[in-house]
């Protein structure tokens, strides 16, 4: 089983940057493909991203494509999303989440394991 523990949320004004981080432990994170969800209050979970097993391919929600990034570094066990130019509607908790599959999964059914959640907010 592996643990998985967003960071980086927070408050920022519209058009502002945060990345978040999702921290793995008790697996390499390198084996897994990872994805990254939110949910507003009163709204379904949505799919932001994914990124492959082998981070050579990623894959974004149209609401956040051109804005939002998606990386890995194995060295640190870590997968993180870059989010640039944000916007109110953008305001949600955002977890992250891994799956064996290989390529590209955009449901949430086919991930394993889930971290908490970290709550974005972003101000107009």
């Known amino acids: 089983q592996v643990q998985l523990a967003e960071s980086g949320g927070g408050l920022v004004q519209a058009g502002g940057s945060l990345r978040l981080s999702c921290a793995a432990s008790g697996r390499t994170l390198g084996t897994y493909g990872v994805g990254w969800f939110r949910q507003a209050p009163g709204k379904d979970r949505e799919f932001v991203g994914a990124?492959?097993?082998?981070?050579?391919?990623?894959n974004y929600a149209d609401s956040v494509k051109g804005r939002f990034t998606i990386s890995r570094d194995n060295a640190k066990n870590t997968v993180y999303l870059q989010m640039n130019s944000l916007k109110p509607e953008d305001t949600a908790v955002y977890r992250c989440?891994?799956?064996?599959?290989?390529?590209?999964?955009?449901?949430?059914?086919?991930?394993?394991?889930w971290g908490q959640g970290t709550q974005v907010t972003v101000s107009s």
């Open positions: 990124i492959s097993r082998s981070g050579s391919r990623t």
């Open positions: 989440a891994v799956t064996r599959l290989l390529g590209i999964v955009t449901t949430t059914i086919q991930y394993d394991y």
